[in-house]
């Protein structure tokens, strides 16, 4: 897992490995059936993770996630 610190963001957002790959890919623009084709796991992990991600991130929906992963670094 990393932590990455970003100004207006919570002091420590730590992702796994995993939940990354995910946000990278949905920055992409893919649904979380062709992430999960991706990656190889079921569309109900990448639906299960991207919900952590939300949660972790404090995004409401792809895009703010999105948004957030970039200013916190994670989307690179």
Do not use: E, W
């Not at 957002?13 to 990354?20: E, P, Y």
């Not at 623009?29 to 991706?38: D, E, H, K, V």
């Not at 404090?58 to 948004?67: I, M």
């Amino acid at each position: 897992m990393t932590d990455f610190f970003a100004p207006g963001l919570p002091a420590a957002i730590t992702l796994s490995d995993r939940q990354q790959q995910i946000l990278v890919l949905i920055a992409d623009g893919l649904s979380n059936q062709a992430i999960a084709g991706r990656l190889r796991i079921s569309a109900n992990t990448v639906d299960h993770q991207t919900k952590r991600i939300y949660d972790t991130l404090g995004a409401c929906n792809r895009a703010h996630a999105v948004a957030v992963g970039i200013r916190a670094g994670v989307i690179r």
